[in-house]
């Protein structure tokens, strides 16, 4: 029973096109996050929601538009996909004010050509 | 904002021997600190974690020291083995709830 799950867990697609993520925790946290890791390993955070609300809004490009219907769902599409999008991307959720502990999903890896 | 130094960004030991890895960070408001490990083609894992009003934390075979006078904590692994082999993040919170991580130490640990 996976706690953060994300799909797809790979992705090539062409330069110029759209694309979605989808992540799903059943861990009844009511925050999320997007982050990207580079090919250098470093864990960089996008975007973050409370219960459907965006509260964290890093510096990202607006072709990246993330989207929350519910706290348990949060998706992440981008527009215009650049050969700089390759990255793995990683949800992951966590309890404001508990333990602070986030869990991470297995990641996405996104491979523009 | 908080800047979350790292080092090194690569370690090799020998199985048995232990490994330490050490962290900087510049908010002196952070008060949680977590350690992730990650192995190849998974996400970040959290093995271990220490709060802002506590100096030390032991798990079996990892511990975590914090100085907040020094902004500084390092992850100590005794006695390592094989599936050790990762790399581990160390990571804080400030104000403001958002994990800000190190740069990552790759670990190996030789047979």
């Known amino acids: 029973d996976t706690a953060v799950s994300q799909t797809p867990k790979y992705l090539v697609t062409q330069m110029g096109n759209d694309k979605s993520i989808k992540c799903e925790q059943n861990?009844?946290?009511?925050?999320m996050y997007w982050y990207k890791q580079d090919s250098k390993k470093f864990l960089k955070i996008m975007f973050s929601?409370?219960?459907?609300?965006?509260?964290i809004n890093e510096t990202v490009p607006n072709r990246f538009s993330p989207k929350s219907p519910d706290k348990a769902h949060l998706n992440l599409h981008i527009n215009s996909l650049e050969l700089g999008d390759s990255a793995v991307y990683f949800c992951a959720s966590s309890q404001i004010g508990v333990n602070y502990g986030y869990t991470f999903g297995s990641g996405t890896r996104l491979t523009v050509v | 904002g908080e800047n979350v130094e790292q080092h090194p960004s690569t370690l090799s030991v020998q199985e048995g021997d232990s490994a330490v890895i050490k962290c900087t960070y510049s908010d002196s408001a952070s008060n949680y600190f977590p350690w992730y490990k990650q192995e190849l083609g998974k996400g970040p894992q959290l093995i271990i974690d220490?709060?802002?009003?506590?100096g030390e934390k032991k798990d079996q075979r990892i511990a975590v020291t914090l100085n907040k006078t020094a902004k500084h904590f390092s992850l100590h692994i005794t006695e390592t083995q094989p599936e050790d082999s990762a790399v581990y993040f160390c990571a804080a919170i400030p104000q403001g709830g958002k994990l800000i991580f190190g740069q990552g130490t790759e670990l190996s640990v030789k047979p």
């Open positions: 861990l009844g946290h009511d925050t």
């Open positions: 220490i709060r802002s009003n506590v």
């Open positions: 929601y409370n219960n459907k609300e965006l509260i």
